[in-house]
């Protein structure tokens, strides 16, 4: 007993390291250096902080704007959810890669391929004004609150379908059945029995959707133009444009206090809503398409997705290969080095880049995912312990809710000096990305691991299995499916992760992101063309990836 | 000395008590019922013995040894749980092949996958479900997961086999049926056997001896028979369905006044004058009304006649079960194997001829 303890507190060892030295230690760094250049504290920005109503209203639109997206998200996603988890059909596997694409993409590319779709020459524009005989064009969202909802609804739907879809497909149908035998509607049977059932990940889904938009920046600032600020936009414009690290500081201390507030209370109300259940194997719980109603659900839902998620995508392809009577032209031009700068970097090792530092993350996010949810998931029998899930809980999650700008900026302040020089590593890109992307791994994993039937790890130990073996030959095995989902989710954002990635990665080793980004900040057609070129690469590695670790699924493994 | 020994387990969740001093011994090779209604706190001794609960007192011996320092995978004890707790993840052999596999240290053969193999197929022909080994636990029908269960708790060859409600969930003729087959495959084996359960018939059915609780506390412990012929408390009789059940006082040899009049009974353990309570077993009695329709002529002696109305009945498939309102006294019930059709109808008047030896006194 007392050994499988000693384990365990070793266990809970490993994300808290890792938290103190990638996370507080640099946090740290920047607040002190922040808040005290000289070595003397100055606290000239706390004080306009607090005396200004325009930072209040800056923190009140940041809540609203996000709550709002968040809503939307999820009933526009719920539907989808639903089809992915109960139905099986041919075009499903490429369905859901697809539309994870759009979660992964940088800001300055979504923004791109929203212009190109809904901009004021773009073809939908340009055919209705045709139809209508319109002189202006009728659709205009430019830099209005309805782009940027649009935005976080593109960008954060395949959240909602993952999480949701995932758990539904694995949640017993006898239940809904055995409700329906009970005198029970369909509308019944939905808001009584499937819904509360599946609170626990709907929930989940919700929140990492709404820390999304609160900490929303890219969307903001180039959609929403200078009318519109959250805080991480105001945490930038104070620290590049105005150099105001102060100021910015206090901002990110108020994001930080406000986001860990909202994880605390979430991880206690998660906790207490989710029931065990008696999860089955997917093939037992889906259906084929068959009757008219299923073809109808099925085709409105997947048509919802490729008018929302994949029209403004293929505008963007279809522009990087139109635009200026283009043709490959830029995609030809990506392997030109007309600059002859030493800085040049061929586009195809900008892929190699990325795919190297994602599969780094996926690798340190699983392993560090599945301890830190696996910890959270056991049954807390002492009252020691649940204090400690109850801290852990939201304390990994808090890098989600802290500006990638401050975070950036803390890893090059405080990581490239004795006693932690990583300068030169090529590490500190994929650890920057392993913060944001194991919370990711961590909610995946929970509500999979908090559903396991305790009984099945008592029968397990009863059969002679230690703890360590109970949790590799019950709690891994049945979670594979959602370890899955986890390691597409870290995939996927370490490909797209720019914020942080833009200010640490070293000049010799861009990601595809940064090098995007970096046509984008050279004038004329032929860097935007190009730029468009490499997001549309980028979508194409992305999609390519998340196929194979589709099929890279072992034997039993998965199959849950 | 038992091989299993509860010595005065107590354990008090949040605020209820639920086990108060439980002591008992188990010997080898013996099948121990627990029986009792739920919420009596059997299951929390099973967990107890299995260690997947501490006792707040007292201990559990295993040949002698205090078992409360060794986890529960290190007591190489067998459980079977009520919802089966089969992994959903893998098949029939790989389940039943887990405890095996976990133990694996302790087998030290050169050939460990094929002697794996040969224990599980024993095991799987032991409940009798040859050829199902590649199946998916989630296919199989309620039966067979319940076997399934068996083999994989009894394949690592367990010193102590616990079970769990193991018939709970299945239909009756299942269950009647698998029973027997249990015992047999329990004796077979010669494991010791601890099986907890609410259903009386399934633990007389089962048992060596079994240990009746109430409300986290031993009734009584005995042989099915001795339990039933001899109750130690109203709870057990109770319990039993022994339900005819009064206030009386022995006045003499072999006769006790009771609230249905003074009857005739067994009074060896009794002197004159003793407070005691009176159970009229339900089977004790035959009608009286008709000797020509069962068959044989009753010879009733003095205080053996109980003279009253039928006021319910109900068909139990080659019995009846009456109610009888008396003259004097609380209603009856009573069991009757009857031949052919019932010869009176509701709001009859009826007499009932007790066997003397049906009549029990327990000491008040």
């Known amino acids: ?47 306009k902080l607090v005396g200004s109503s325009y930072y209040l209203r800056t923190l009140w639109f940041t809540i609203w704007q996000a709550a709002l997206s968040t809503l939307l998200t999820v009933i526009l996603a719920l539907p989808g959810a639903y089809v992915f988890g109960r139905y ?27 212009t190109a779709w809904l901009g004021p020459r773009s073809r939908v524009n340009l055919a209705l004004m045709s139809l209508w005989g319109l002189e202006r064009a009728p659709v205009d969202l430019q830099h209005t609150i309805w782009i940027i909802l649009l935005a976080h609804v593109f960008y954060n739907y395949a959240v909602v379908l993952r999480i949701v879809g ?50 929303s920046f890219g969307v903001i600032l180039i959609l929403g133009g200078p009318r519109f600020a959250t805080l991480e936009v105001e945490i930038y414009r104070q620290t590049v444009n105005l150099f105001n690290l102060p100021l910015a500081a206090a901002l990110s201390v108020v994001q930080i206090v406000f986001t860990f507030t909202l994880l605390w209370a979430y991880t206690l109300l998660q906790a207490r809503a989710s029931v065990p259940l008696d999860l089955r194997p997917r093939h037992q719980t889906q259906r084929r398409v068959v009757s008219r109603r299923d073809w109808l659900i099925v085709g409105s839902n997947l048509t919802l997705m490729v ?82 899930q109850a801290l852990l809980d939201p304390l990994l999650m808090l890098p989600l809710g802290t500006s990638a700008v401050t975070l950036g900026f803390g890893f090059i302040i405080a990581l490239d000096e004795p006693p932690l020089n990583l300068r030169t590593s090529l590490m500190l890109v994929p650890l920057a990305h392993t913060l944001v992307a194991f919370p990711f791994v961590v909610r995946s994993l929970l509500p999979a691991l908090r559903g396991i039937k305790p009984s099945l790890r008592e029968a397990a130990s009863m059969l002679g299995a230690s703890p360590l073996q109970v949790w590799r030959e019950v709690d891994f095995r049945i979670v594979g499916r959602a370890l899955f989902v986890g390691a597409v989710f870290a995939f996927t954002i370490s490909m797209g992760e720019f914020g942080a990635t833009a200010l640490i990665a070293r000049p010799q080793t861009p990601t595809l992101p940064v090098a995007i980004y970096r046509f984008l900040g050279q004038p004329g057609a032929l860097n935007y063309g190009q730029a468009l070129a490499m997001s549309t690469l980028l979508m194409l590695v992305c999609a390519v990836g998340m196929v194979a670790i589709e099929h890279f699924r072992v034997g039993q493994v998965g199959e849950f | 000395m038992s091989l299993l020994e509860i010595r005065d387990v107590s354990k008090t969740f949040a605020d209820t008590r639920a086990l108060h001093g439980v002591s008992f011994g188990v010997d080898e090779g013996e099948i121990i019922c627990l029986l009792g209604p739920s919420g009596c706190g059997k299951t929390t001794l099973l967990r107890i013995i299995a260690g997947l609960e501490t006792p707040d007192g007292g201990q559990v011996l295993f040949r002698g040894q205090d078992l409360g320092p060794v986890p529960p995978h290190r007591r190489g004890f067998g459980l079977m749980f009520q919802d089966y707790a089969l992994f959903p993840h893998r098949n029939v052999f790989d389940n039943v092949a887990f405890g095996l596999r976990m133990r694996k240290d302790a087998l030290k053969a050169m050939d460990l996958t094929q002697k794996i193999e040969e224990q599980v197929r024993e095991a799987l022909a032991l409940v009798g479900l040859q050829g199902f080994e590649r199946r998916s636990v989630n296919q199989l029908s309620g039966g067979e997961a319940q076997r399934v269960a068996l083999a994989r708790s009894l394949a690592p060859h367990p010193s102590l086999l616990m079970l769990d409600e193991p018939l709970g969930s299945l239909d009756r003729a299942l269950r009647e049926r698998l029973m027997n087959e249990l015992r047999d495959i329990l004796k077979g084996v010669g494991v010791t056997t601890l099986y907890v359960t609410h259903d009386q018939a399934e633990a007389f059915a089962i048992a060596d001896r079994a240990v009746l609780m109430n409300a986290g506390r031993v009734e009584q412990v005995g042989s099915p028979e001795g339990i039933y012929c001899r109750p130690a408390t109203p709870f057990v009789a109770h319990f039993l369905g022994l339900t005819n059940m009064g206030e009386g006082k022995v006045i003499g040899q072999g006769r006790v006044a009771s609230p249905w009049g003074e009857l005739a009974a067994i009074t060896d353990n009794c002197r004159p004058g003793d407070r005691v309570s009176v159970i009229i077993r339900p089977e004790a009695a035959r009608l009286a009304t008709d000797n020509a329709a069962i068959g044989r002529p009753v010879a009733v002696g003095d205080g053996c006649l109980i003279y009253g109305r039928l006021v319910a009945r109900s068909f139990r498939g080659g019995r009846y079960r009456l109610e009888i309102q008396p003259v004097i006294g609380p209603s009856l019930t009573f069991d009757l194997t009857v031949v052919g059709a019932l010869p009176v109808d509701l709001g009859d008047a009826v007499t009932m001829a007790l066997d003397p030896a049906g009549v029990v006194l327990l000491p008040a």
């Open chain 1, 166 to 215: 995932g758990f539904w497909a694995n949640l017993d149908h006898r239940v809904e059945e055995a409700a329906r035998t009970l005198g029970a509607n369909p509308r019944q049977v939905l808001w009584q029995v499937t819904l509360p059932l599946l609170a626990p990940a709907i929930g989940a889904a919700a929140f990492l959707v709404f820390i999304f938009c609160f900490t």
């Open chain 1, 307 to 388: 008018i929302l998620l994949l029209s403004p995508l293929l505008a963007l392809v279809e522009r990087s290969f139109t635009l200026g009577g283009g043709g490959l032209r830029y995609y030809a031009e990506l392997f030109v080095n007309r600059r002859d700068s030493i800085l040049y970097v061929p586009p195809i090792q900008a892929v190699v880049n990325s795919l190297g530092f994602a599969t780094v993350t996926v690798v340190l996010a699983l392993g560090l995912g599945l301890v830190s949810a696996s910890l959270l998931a056991q049954p807390a029998k002492g009252q020691s312990l649940r204090r400690l």
């Open chain 1, 88 to 114: 099986q059909f041919r075009a499903k596997s490429l369905m859901q890669a697809l539309t994870t694409i759009p979660f992964v993409l940088p800001t300055v590319v979504v923004a791109n391929a929203f």
């Open chain 1, 1 to 47: 007993m007392i050994r499988s303890r000693g384990v365990v507190g070793l266990a809970y060892l490993i994300p808290l390291l890792f938290l103190a030295l990638f996370f507080f230690y640099p946090l740290f760094s920047i607040l002190t250096y922040s808040f005290a250049p000289e070595g003397v504290l100055d606290w000239s920005g706390l004080y």
